[in-house]
C-alpha cells in the first residue's frame, strides 16, 4: 500500500471530526529517533514527528491522547496504558512485539558481537516470536477490545532494516539478512494476531522499501547518539513511511465499519 502522504486526510466536517483517537505502543510510535520530543514525555520520547500526532493533527480529531512509550512492550502497554482508552474511544493505533521479543538486545549483539552469535540471538528471538508472542498479544488485544469496544484498532507493523547491497558500511549482509527475516517473522506473527481480534493490519514495510538502511535514502536511524535512536524511523520516516500507512488503514477500518 503506497499513499502519497496528505492524500487521504479526512474533511473536518466528516467522520474524523468525531474521531477519539488513541496511540498506543513502543517507540516506533512514540517516534524515538524522529526527535522534537514533549519534555514533558520524559523516557517515552514522545515525538512531535510520530506519525500518530501527524495523524491527529492532519485530520482534525476531535480529542487525541498519546500515550506510546519507548521501551513499552505487551505487558506495560497492559500495565499503563490501557488507561487512555474509555468507551469513547474510536480509533486506536499501537505497533507492539519488538520488545517483548528483545529488539534492544538482539541489535547489541548483532552490531557487538560475530555473524554467527548474531545469527543464533535472532534464532532465540524467532522462536520466542513464534511461540510465546501470539499469546501476549491475544491477551492485550482482548483487553483493547473490552475497554474500547467499538474503536477502530490498527495494528501496524515494522519495516525490515536494510536494503541488501553489495557494499555498505557496517554489519555484514549476513547479519542484515538475518535481521531482515527477524522482522519478517515479526510481522507475520503480530499480522495474525491482528486478523485474530479483529483489528486492521498495516503493513509499513512496503513504505519503507527502497528507504531501509544501506539504501542511499534512509528513513531509519543507523547507530546513532542518543543510542536508543539507533534502528528507528526518522522524522521522514514517520512523514513517508507510518503516516501514510496508517492514513489508508485508518480509512479502510472505516470503510470496514460503514
Same mark, same amino acid.
Given at each position: 500500500?503506497?499513499?502519497?502522504?496528505?492524500?487521504?486526510?479526512?474533511?473536518a466536517t466528516?467522520?474524523a471530526?468525531?474521531?477519539?483517537?488513541?496511540?498506543?505502543g513502543?517507540?516506533?510510535?512514540?517516534?524515538?529517533?524522529a526527535?522534537? %520530543?514533549?519534555?514533558?514525555?520524559g523516557?517515552?520520547?514522545? *515525538?512531535?514527528?510520530?506519525?500518530a500526532? /501527524?495523524?491527529? #493533527? =492532519?485530520?482534525?480529531?476531535?480529542s487525541?491522547?498519546?500515550?506510546?512509550?519507548?521501551?513499552?512492550?505487551?505487558?506495560?502497554v497492559?500495565?499503563?496504558?490501557?488507561?487512555?482508552?474509555?468507551?469513547?474511544?474510536?480509533?486506536?493505533s499501537i505497533?507492539?512485539g519488538?520488545?517483548?521479543?528483545g529488539?534492544s538486545?538482539?541489535m547489541?549483539?548483532?552490531?557487538?558481537?560475530?555473524?554467527?552469535?548474531?545469527?543464533?540471538?535472532?534464532?532465540?528471538?524467532?522462536t520466542?516470536?513464534?511461540?510465546?508472542?501470539p499469546?501476549?498479544?491475544?491477551?492485550?488485544?482482548?483487553?483493547?477490545?473490552?475497554?474500547s469496544?467499538?474503536a477502530?484498532?490498527?495494528?501496524?507493523?515494522?519495516?525490515?532494516? %536494510?536494503?541488501?547491497?553489495?557494499?555498505c558500511?557496517?554489519? *555484514?549482509?549476513?547479519k542484515?539478512?538475518? /535481521?531482515n527475516? #527477524? =522482522?519478517?517473522?515479526l510481522?507475520?506473527?503480530?499480522?495474525?494476531?491482528?486478523?485474530?481480534?479483529?483489528?486492521?493490519w498495516?503493513?509499513?514495510r512496503?513504505?519503507?522499501?527502497?528507504?531501509?538502511?544501506c539504501?542511499?535514502?534512509?528513513?531509519?536511524n543507523?547507530v546513532?547518539?542518543?543510542?536508543?535512536?539507533?534502528?528507528?524511523?526518522?522524522?521522514?520516516?514517520?512523514?513517508?513511511?507510518?503516516?501514510?500507512?496508517?492514513t489508508?488503514?485508518?480509512?479502510?477500518?472505516?470503510?470496514q465499519?460503514?
Amino acid at each position: 500500500m503506497t499513499f502519497a502522504a496528505g492524500s487521504m486526510v479526512w474533511p473536518a466536517t466528516a467522520s474524523a471530526a468525531a474521531t477519539n483517537y488513541v496511540a498506543l505502543g513502543d517507540s516506533y510510535s512514540s517516534g524515538t529517533g524522529a526527535g522534537s %520530543y514533549d519534555p514533558d514525555s520524559g523516557a517515552c520520547k514522545r *515525538s512531535a514527528n510520530s506519525y500518530a500526532k /501527524l495523524w491527529a #493533527a =492532519a485530520n482534525g480529531a476531535s480529542s487525541f491522547k498519546f500515550a506510546a512509550c519507548s521501551g513499552a512492550t505487551t505487558a506495560t502497554v497492559t500495565s499503563g496504558q490501557l488507561g487512555s482508552l474509555s468507551s469513547s474511544t474510536t480509533l486506536v493505533s499501537i505497533t507492539v512485539g519488538g520488545n517483548d521479543a528483545g529488539f534492544s538486545d538482539v541489535m547489541q549483539v548483532c552490531v557487538l558481537q560475530s555473524e554467527s552469535n548474531c545469527k543464533t540471538r535472532v534464532t532465540q528471538a524467532e522462536t520466542y516470536m513464534t511461540n510465546t508472542l501470539p499469546g501476549r498479544l491475544d491477551s492485550l488485544y482482548s483487553k483493547i477490545r473490552a475497554k474500547s469496544p467499538s474503536a477502530r484498532v490498527v495494528v501496524l507493523g515494522y519495516p525490515r532494516l %536494510y536494503k541488501i547491497v553489495n557494499v555498505c558500511v557496517g554489519l *555484514s549482509n549476513g547479519k542484515r539478512t538475518a /535481521l531482515n527475516r #527477524a =522482522a519478517d517473522t515479526l510481522d507475520g506473527v503480530v499480522a495474525k494476531a491482528a486478523g485474530r481480534a479483529g483489528f486492521t493490519w498495516s503493513d509499513v514495510r512496503d513504505e519503507f522499501a527502497g528507504h531501509e538502511l544501506c539504501s542511499g535514502d534512509d528513513w531509519l536511524n543507523a547507530v546513532t547518539i542518543p543510542i536508543e535512536s539507533s534502528y528507528h524511523p526518522t522524522a521522514r520516516g514517520h512523514r513517508l513511511g507510518y503516516l501514510p500507512a496508517m492514513t489508508g488503514s485508518a480509512r479502510a477500518a472505516v470503510k470496514q465499519d460503514a
